[in-house]
C-alpha cells in the first residue's frame, strides 16, 4: 500500500480532505503546496485558535507588524490586515481546485470575531467586510451555530457570500443550520439574484462530544455506562448525516437545487482525538460517507495515511446503531441537550479567549516596535 492510497481512496469514497491549520510558514515554506500535491488536500479551515498559534511561533509576521507600528494601528487592525493576508494567499493556492470543483472545495475559511457571537447584526457586518477584504470567490467566511448566528447565516447567504457555519454539536442545531442556509437561497432568489457560486459547509464537531459525554459517563461510573465511552460522537455525526439526506431528498431542497443551489456539505470537525487510548484515525475512518468534508490536523493527515483503514461508507450503514447508542447514553443518565448547550458555550469561549490572547500578543509586539 502507497503513502497516500488510505488519503486516495477517502477522496474516491466521497470525502473531502481539508487541513485544520493555515499559517504564513505553511505557505511560505511550500508545505501546503506539499499537502495539496502529495495528500489529496482540497481545503482549509482557520479558527482564530490557530491564527493565535500560527502569529506567536513565528517571526514571518514581524515586518508587517513593524510596518503596522509605524502607522499607528491598533491590534485589530493589525490582526485583520495579517489574517486576510494569508487567507487570501491561501485562496490563490487553491484556486485551481476551486475552479475544477462542482461541490465547493478549493476553499479558505476565516471566522467572523468571536464576540459577535451572540450578535447578529455585528456578525453580518463583519461576513460583508471579511468577504469584501479578502476579495476571493473561493473565501468562506465562517460563522457560529449560535441561536444569533441563524439569521446571520440566512442574511450573509443572501447576499452572495459562502459560509463555512461553525461550532454545531446537535442535530437539533444543524436542522436549523440548513433551514437558514435554504431560507438564504430563497431569499436571494426572490431578489432575482443568482445562485452560481454560492457554496455552504456545516461543521458538526466531534471529538469534543466524546470529551464531554465520557467524562458524565465516567461519573456514573457503571459498567453499563464505562461501556459507552468513545462511541457518542461518532453515533451523534452518523445520525447528523442522517438529518442531512433528509433535507436533500425533500421537495423545498429540491427546487433550489434545480436553480442552481450546491448542497450544503456536512463538514466533520475537531477530528484528532483527544483520548490517547483511542485509535487515532477513528473519527475519519468511521466517518465516511458521500458528499462530506473531513477537515484535520495534519498529524491525523499523517496518520490515516499511514495505517487509516478506509472500507467504504461507514455511515449509512449504522443508523440504527447510532439511534441505539445514544438511547443507551440517555438513559445511562447523561442530557445530551444539556451536552450539546455546554459544548457551544465552551467553543465559543475558548474561541474568544484565543482571539483576546493574539489581541494581547500582536499589542505588545506593536509596542516593543515602536
Request: cysteine-free; aromatic content about 6%.
Amino acid at each position: 500500500m502507497s503513502a497516500t492510497e488510505p488519503l486516495a481512496r477517502l477522496s474516491e469514497e466521497g470525502v473531502a480532505i481539508w487541513l485544520d491549520d493555515l499559517s504564513r510558514d505553511r505557505l511560505t515554506t511550500g508545505n501546503l503546496q506539499a499537502l495539496i500535491d502529495g495528500q489529496h488536500v482540497v481545503g482549509v479551515t482557520t479558527n482564530p485558535s490557530i491564527f493565535q498559534a500560527a502569529m506567536s511561533k513565528s517571526s514571518l509576521y514581524d515586518d508587517d507588524l513593524r510596518r503596522h507600528a509605524a502607522q499607528g494601528s491598533d491590534a485589530a487592525a493589525a490582526v485583520r490586515d495579517l489574517t486576510t493576508d494569508d487567507v487570501r494567499a491561501a485562496a490563490d493556492l487553491f484556486a485551481p481546485i476551486a475552479e475544477r470543483s462542482t461541490k465547493g472545495d478549493g476553499r479558505v475559511s476565516i471566522e467572523v470575531d468571536p464576540r459577535l457571537a451572540h450578535d447578529a447584526d455585528a456578525t453580518i457586518v463583519q461576513a460583508r467586510e471579511l468577504w469584501d477584504e479578502v476579495d476571493r470567490s473561493n473565501l468562506f467566511v465562517k460563522i457560529p451555530a449560535t441561536k444569533a448566528g441563524l439569521p446571520a447565516i440566512t442574511a450573509t447567504i443572501a447576499a452572495g457570500i459562502s459560509v463555512n457555519v461553525t461550532l454545531i454539536f446537535s442535530i437539533d442545531r444543524y436542522r436549523e443550520v440548513m433551514d437558514a442556509y435554504q431560507a438564504g437561497l430563497e431569499q436571494r432568489l426572490a431578489a432575482g439574484g443568482s445562485l452560481e457560486g454560492i457554496a455552504s459547509v456545516a461543521s458538526f464537531f466531534v471529538s469534543r462530544v466524546d470529551t464531554e459525554i465520557d467524562k458524565r459517563l465516567e461519573a456514573v461510573g457503571t459498567d453499563a455506562a464505562l461501556a459507552l465511552r468513545g462511541k457518542s460522537a461518532i453515533a451523534n455525526a452518523r445520525l447528523a448525516y442522517a438529518a442531512y439526506e433528509e433535507v436533500v431528498s425533500a421537495e423545498r431542497w429540491q427546487r433550489l437545487e434545480a436553480a442552481g443551489a450546491q448542497r450544503q456539505r456536512p463538514l466533520w470537525a475537531s477530528t484528532s482525538t483527544k483520548n490517547p487510548d483511542y485509535d487515532d484515525t477513528m473519527y475519519v475512518a468511521q466517518l465516511v460517507a458521500p458528499d462530506t468534508v473531513n477537515t484535520m490536523p495534519e498529524a491525523t493527515i499523517e496518520a490515516v495515511a499511514d495505517h487509516g483503514v478506509i472500507s467504504g461508507d461507514t455511515v449509512r450503514p449504522f443508523y440504527d446503531d447510532a439511534r441505539a447508542t445514544l438511547d443507551a447514553v440517555s438513559a445511562a443518565g447523561v442530557d445530551l441537550d444539556d451536552v450539546s448547550a455546554v459544548l457551544e458555550r465552551e467553543g465559543v469561549e475558548k474561541f474568544e479567549t484565543s482571539w483576546n490572547d493574539l489581541l494581547e500578543s500582536v499589542d505588545a509586539k506593536l509596542e516593543a516596535a515602536k
